[in-house]
């Protein structure tokens, strides 16, 4: 089956603009996860949905940063006033369920570039 | 402190030689979760196995093993009989039961392996 998509793969933007990421999880999958990997480090939480709610949003570095997911599937991540140290790739992620073993498949990210 | 520890930037190892690639971890909580992915040049995060801290045994998942040590706060990944496609980054991760409702994973910095025919 399909997995987890994000678009667009690459983006390009000036400091100061508006850009917002997609997300497309797993069929089924109730959990939506976004990461935020900046080169030579692991990823990092940024936000977390359980259904349309946004159950842990800890993670957002302060609040240029939104993201929604209306009708509990799709979701998109929002950025406003890009700055050049939010340059990273965004990483999303599902699961079935939430619980301890539950295993989060990742998409391939969206590099975002800020000039 | 770092939640996660990968003590080793890159790592080379024959192809057909096993490998251990290094993970310690630091939580307070009882309950807690640990996996690790397979980062390949494309980007995407590949799930390769996980080890729950209540779980006796050592996981397993075809040539991937977990050395699972509680008491040292240690989780090691070994791939046995290493293919040229495991060159890739590999990344440690922790899930934490403290909060309720958090199910993030805590990443660690990551291992370079190069397999080399």
């Known amino acids: 089956g399909a997995g987890v998509s994000q678009t667009p793969s690459n983006k390009v933007t000036e400091k100061g603009k508006y850009v917002e990421l997609r997300c497309d999880p797993i069929?089924?999958?109730?959990?939506l996860y976004w990461y935020r990997q900046s080169l030579g480090q692991g990823p990092e939480f940024l936000i977390y949905f359980q259904g349309t709610g946004a159950a842990d949003d800890s993670g957002l570095p302060n609040d240029r940063f939104f993201a929604v997911r209306p009708e509990g599937s799709v979701s998109t991540l929002k950025i406003q006033r890009t700055e050049r140290g939010d340059s990273a790739v965004y990483l999303c992620?599902?699961?079935?369920?939430?619980?301890?073993?539950?295993?989060?498949?990742f998409g391939p990210g969206t590099r975002l570039l800020v000039l | 402190a770092q939640k996660i520890t990968q003590t080793q930037p890159g790592m080379f190892v024959q192809e057909k030689e096993a490998v251990t690639l290094d993970c310690t971890y630091d939580t307070s909580d009882q309950s807690y979760g640990l996996f690790w992915y397979k980062q390949p040049s494309s980007g995407e995060m590949i799930f390769l196995i996980y080890?729950?801290?209540?779980?006796?045994q050592n996981a397993t998942e075809g040539r991937y093993s977990l050395n699972f040590q509680k008491a040292r706060k240690s989780a090691n990944l070994v791939i046995s009989a290493s293919q040229l496609g495991d060159s890739a980054m590999y990344f440690c991760?922790?899930?934490?039961?403290?909060?309720?409702?958090?199910?993030?994973?805590?990443f660690g910095k990551g291992t370079k392996l190069s397999v080399i025919p």
């Open positions: 069929s089924g999958h109730t959990a």
């Open positions: 080890q729950g801290s209540y779980d006796e």
């Open positions: 991760a922790m899930r934490e039961g403290t909060r309720a409702g958090s199910y993030q994973l805590t």
């Open positions: 992620a599902s699961s079935l369920n939430t619980g301890m073993e539950e295993t989060q498949y």
